[in-house]
């Protein structure tokens, strides 16, 4: 794979750059945890135990002193939908990086 000079790159292709590697890099994570999550989940079953037993009821971990809905999502990522933030609590991840990539909280706004 050829490295772009970056040296020659604007400052528009640079940020648009860094966007796209932000996207990759939580993209890598989130499949990474899925494919975790599959093994895991194979494993559990192999046992005859779901990982649902495993972890106690979630295999998403339990949510800590919260009850009822959690609220409508307010934030939505540019380029992968199905992540969303209500707004509330701690910024996720991808929520961080993309505004550090440069693209506005406004922007993403629902």
């Known amino acids: 794979m050829s490295q772009p000079n970056l040296d020659t790159m604007s400052l528009a292709e640079l940020q648009d750059l ?12 989130q499949r990474r945890i899925a494919e975790a999550r599959a093994k895991l989940e194979a494993t559990a079953r ?19 002193g919260r009850s009822g809905p959690t609220g409508a999502p307010k934030f939505r990522h540019p380029e ?19 505004v550090e990539a440069g693209i506005s909280e406004e922007s993403m706004k629902v």
């Open 80 to 98: 992968n939908p199905a992540l969303t933030w209500t707004g509330r609590g701690r910024r996720p991840t991808w929520f961080i990086e993309v």
């Open 46 to 64: 192999e046992l005859g135990v779901s990982l649902e037993d495993i972890m106690g009821g979630s295999a998403k971990g339990k949510t800590k």
């Open 18 to 29: 860094q966007k796209k590697i932000a996207v990759a890099i939580h993209t890598f994570e």
